[in-house]
């Protein structure tokens, strides 16, 4: 309930002000819709509640026999690795590999799908961007590897790799990185990124003007016979 004011800068010819509220927010991390026989599954981040919300979003789906899914990662940074192995188990079937851990060329831990796939054999696009990182690429990568969905949008982030926190003395910290995660199809996403099998670009104009042609883009592919 204190009061903090922001400065923007916006293209260097505006400089705002903003005063605002803090408050604690808590946001669902997932929200979803069907419109159209097409379902849509928006996950901002993947944290202690996706995987039960995820879930209900894939239940309903199922239950309305929807012909597609949209799932939409972009602008997502990631999260608990465990979350976003129970999205990626609405499509697989048990024992597909969703991600390798490895340290060098030693393969530390796998993780495989749970067979929770209510999602299993309809069709999916899985919308990513520079934003998608972390968890929203091993989500999007296990499933494009897996041919379960089509990728659409603009290249990841490229963030792969498992970091620990040390503490030091005089409340300091160290991160540092002790593995990296690999695609099914033995690829690193890190530094490298997932690059859509249909890339279409989302311009200020579009934001400006409340279109969205990444999303069009998979409703035309869904509609497709």
């Given at each position: 309930?204190?009061?903090?004011?922001?400065?923007?800068?916006?293209?260097?010819?505006?400089?705002?002000?903003?005063?605002?509220?803090?408050?604690?927010?808590?946001?669902?991390?997932?929200k979803?819709?069907?419109a159209?026989?097409?379902?849509?599954?928006?996950?901002?981040?993947?944290?202690?509640?996706?995987?039960?919300?995820?879930?209900?979003?894939?239940q309903?789906?199922?239950?309305?026999?929807?012909?597609?899914v949209?799932?939409?990662?972009?602008g997502?940074p990631?999260?608990?690795?465990?979350a976003?192995?129970?999205v990626?188990?609405?499509w697989?079937?048990?024992g597909?590999?969703?991600?390798?851990?490895?340290?060098?060329?030693?393969?530390?831990?796998?993780?495989?799908?749970?067979?929770?796939?209510?999602?299993?054999?309809?069709?999916?696009?899985?919308?990513?961007?520079?934003?998608?990182?972390?968890?929203?690429?091993?989500?999007?990568?296990?499933?494009?590897?897996?041919?379960?969905?089509?990728?659409?949008?603009?290249?990841?982030?490229?963030?792969?790799?498992?970091?620990q926190?040390?503490?030091?003395s005089?409340?300091?910290?160290?991160?540092v990185?002790?593995?990296?995660?690999?695609?099914?199809n033995?690829?690193?996403?890190?530094k490298?990124?997932?690059t859509?099998d249909q890339?279409?670009k989302?311009?200020d104009?579009?934001?400006?003007?409340?279109?969205?042609?990444?999303?069009?883009?998979?409703?035309?592919f869904?509609?497709?016979?």
């Amino acid at each position: 309930d204190t009061k903090v004011t922001l400065r923007v800068i916006r293209d260097k010819t505006q400089d705002l002000s903003f005063t605002i509220t803090r408050a604690d927010i808590k946001i669902p991390s997932v929200k979803w819709e069907v419109a159209d026989n097409i379902g849509y599954m928006k996950i901002n981040q993947f944290s202690d509640d996706t995987a039960r919300l995820s879930q209900q979003a894939a239940q309903e789906f199922k239950d309305k026999g929807v012909k597609g899914v949209i799932l939409d990662l972009r602008g997502n940074p990631g999260g608990m690795v465990d979350a976003a192995t129970a999205v990626s188990s609405l499509w697989l079937p048990e024992g597909k590999m969703i991600l390798q851990e490895r340290k060098g060329t030693q393969a530390v831990s796998t993780e495989l799908a749970n067979g929770n796939n209510i999602l299993n054999g309809v069709k999916t696009v899985v919308l990513i961007d520079g934003g998608s990182a972390s968890a929203s690429e091993i989500t999007a990568g296990a499933l494009h590897d897996n041919k379960v969905a089509t990728t659409i949008g603009e290249k990841s982030f490229g963030k792969g790799v498992v970091q620990q926190i040390i503490p030091l003395s005089g409340d300091a910290e160290l991160k540092v990185t002790i593995a990296s995660w690999y695609r099914p199809n033995g690829q690193n996403i890190n530094k490298k990124g997932i690059t859509p099998d249909q890339e279409v670009k989302l311009t200020d104009d579009d934001f400006k003007n409340n279109k969205d042609p990444q999303k069009d883009a998979a409703i035309q592919f869904l509609n497709k016979n």
